[in-house]
């Protein structure tokens, strides 16, 4: 179907799986691995942390000959869907 042959693919899939992105249920496929409350907030937290310290260094770094405003694909971000997390 997509020209490549299946070890390849099983083989992502298995390290996939390793790493906590995959979830592997023999004879019914393998499934984006749904997060729990715990790991969306830790997820969150460094996510929070990587913010600061990038917006940290961007002043930190800015001169006068710079834009003080983000690229124009970083200041349009889509909203997620009203369903989004219920």
Known sequence: MLGVS???IR???Q???GEGWVDLFPGHGAFVHALT???ADQLLAVRTLLEAEAARLAARNHTEEEPAQPPPSRRR???APASFGS
């Open 6 to 8: 299946r070890q390849p």
């Open 37 to 39: 409350a715990k790991e």
């Open 77 to 79: 971000r889509r909203r």
């Open 15 to 17: 390290l996939l799986s």
């Open 11 to 13: 083989e992502a899939l």
